[in-house]
């Protein structure tokens, strides 16, 4: 990249990072939650149709990326570098960013089921352990989607999960969905699946009645700890 091309680049990019309405909405995903386009339209004080606009514009700048959860669509910072960046200019102008606040009442944002995977506090930070510890990895050829190593599948295994009968269903092993409490993804496709049947059977969750609310027992809250260092209670 020549100089007059990177210095093009430079002032489009903070072209759009310095209109307020995009400013507003970049700021409001620096907490790392995605948020809907309604919600961003509502941060932003703009309507849902300039919204849409400035979206595409951030979109375009690879600002923000989009995710797909069914009919809903929502947008988060298209990676850590961007977020990098925001906060460096935050700082030099003296801004604080808004912090996330979830509405989901605390029985259901803590743990439920999500089709037939585990959603709320717990799944996300599962989620997040499982990325680190390298059990799933990003596969690059299908974006949100993950493969399963050799150490992911151990730790199945131990869970009492048969992981070549997962491998061999005729579905997505494993892929990011997004937690519509948490605005962070969870667990979902076969993997997601299976590790909510083996958390029901270890009796480390049970439901509630009817409801989509999973109660995290004394048990539970115990191998979680031990397993995978993740408190429920924190």
């Keep these: 990249?020549?100089?007059?091309?990177?210095?093009?680049?430079?002032?489009?990019?903070?072209?759009?990072?310095?209109?307020?309405?995009?400013a507003r909405m970049l700021c409001a995903l620096m907490d790392g939650h995605a948020r809907t386009p309604t919600e961003l339209a509502i941060v932003a004080e703009v309507s849902p149709s300039t919204a849409s606009v400035h979206l595409s514009r951030l979109k375009a700048q690879h600002l923000v990326e989009v995710l797909a959860q069914g009919r809903h669509r929502y947008f988060r910072l298209s990676s850590a570098q961007v977020g990098s960046v925001l906060e460096s200019l935050m700082l030099l102008g003296g801004g604080a960013a808004k912090a996330f606040v979830p509405t989901t009442p605390s029985r259901l944002r803590r743990a439920r089921t999500c089709y037939d995977h585990m959603a709320g506090t717990l799944a996300v930070r599962w989620h997040e352990r499982m990325l680190t510890e390298k059990w799933l990895i990003a596969d690059p050829q299908q974006r949100g989607r993950y493969a399963l190593t050799e150490k992911g599948a151990d730790q199945l295994s131990s869970m009492g999960i048969g992981v070549t009968t997962l491998r061999a269903e005729r579905r997505r092993l494993a892929c990011a969905c997004v937690d519509w409490s948490e605005r962070r993804p969870h667990v979902g496709g076969a993997v997601g699946a299976a590790l909510l049947n083996a958390v029901q059977r270890l009796k480390w969750v049970v439901r509630e009645g009817e409801s989509r609310a999973l109660r995290i027992t004394a048990v539970g809250e115990r191998e979680f700890l031990r397993r995978f260092g993740i408190s429920p209670r924190a």
Aim: glycine residues 0%.
């Design 1 to 22: 990249m020549n100089a007059d091309t990177a210095e093009v680049a430079l002032s489009r990019l903070a072209a759009a990072i310095a209109e307020p309405a995009r």
